[in-house]
Each structure stands twice: as C-alpha cells, then as structure tokens.
C-alpha cells in the first residue's frame, strides 16, 4: 500500500512528478504537510478527512494512500471501507460526524457550511484542534484537486 | 463573529497553530516567488478562483 509524502512517496503520482520540477515549491509543499500531521489533531480524525476529501474528488490516487501517523493510531482498511455510510454507521461518533460533516461541503460548496456546523465541531474538539483540521482539509483538498487535474488519461 | 476565535492578543484564528500557519505561509511565498509563470497570470489565477468560491476577502 502506497503512503503520503511523511512515509514513502506513492507510485504513479503525477503530483508528485509535477512538483519535482519545483524542489523550492516540493519542499515547502511537504513542510507544510508535516505541520499537518504533526500530532495537532488526532490522525485518525485526518485520515478519515483525507480518505473522503479525495473520494469525492475522484483522486484514486489519494484515496488509496495510506499516512503512516494514522496507521501507527489505528485505521484499517475497514474503518476506511465504512467512510461512505459516516452519517449512519457506528464505526464513528460524534466528533467523527462532525468534521466529516464539514469536510465533506468544504469540497462541495464552502458556503453551505453552517454555524450550527461549526459550533457541533467545536463541541467536540478545542479550538486549536479545529484551526488545525480546518488548515488540514484545505491541504487535502488542494492537493487531491492538483492531483486529478495533473493526471494524464482525459482525452475529453 | 468568527467561528473560531482568534487567541488571545491575536486577530488571526490561524496564530492558534503558528507551526502549521508559517508553514503555509512559507509555502505561499514560494508559489509567488518560484517558477517562470509572471505574478500578473498567477494574479488572475487568483482572483478567478476567489470568484469561483465567492471569497469577497
């Protein structure tokens, strides 16, 4: 199973290629995807925000990478299998809900997201835990978005 | 009111994570500084997209 950047680069990832044309652009690119992951917010919160930001971008290659932080906290392969039933499936609680609830409009439309939202979230994270998750989906959504436009294979 | 207030002494509710903030902000600076696309093109580049997502910042 191929990792993010904080493990081992994936095969076949044409973001990766793209940025290797840039190290000044590659290296703060990766900065700043460590600070992410740097132990702010739960990684399993973020893998879980990751997995499904690139699942709804359609970025394969995302969704199929694994970051070895969250590994090491404990997602598996099923908790990842039962991301698309997060509303109603048990495997995730409160919290989860609510950060995949705002992840999920910050790719579809940003400005669907409520206040009531926002306030369910900061009922089950600090405010520190919520800047960090909110800089960390912006990340995830930026970078699934450069993945799926660089990759090669659209014809129309 | 923002969603997340800022810290104390602070206007910015991103100083709530100064690592992560500087970080972005050293890899902003990058985009705008490397590469031989001009400023004017990746100005325009911003702007359409703000429009796009209606960020009237």
Known sequence: MPTLPTGTEAANDPLADALGLLPAIRDRWHDFEAAVWSGAVDPVLLELCRVRVATLLRDDVGSALRTPAAVAAGVTDDLLDELPSWPVSPWFGARERAALAIAELFVIDAHAVTDAMCAELLSNVTEAEATALTMAVALFDATSRARVTLAAGVTS | ?57
Not at chain 2, 6 to 11: A, H, K, L, T
Not at chain 2, 33 to 51: H, I, P, W, Y
């Open chain 2, 1 to 57: 009111m923002a969603r997340i207030s800022p810290p104390e002494g602070s206007f910015v509710f991103l100083d709530h994570q100064p690592e992560q903030y500087a970080a972005f902000n050293r890899l902003y600076g990058a985009l705008w500084s490397t590469g031989s696309v001009d400023e004017a093109t990746k100005e325009a580049g911003r702007l359409r997209n703000a429009a796009l997502v209606d960020c009237g910042l």
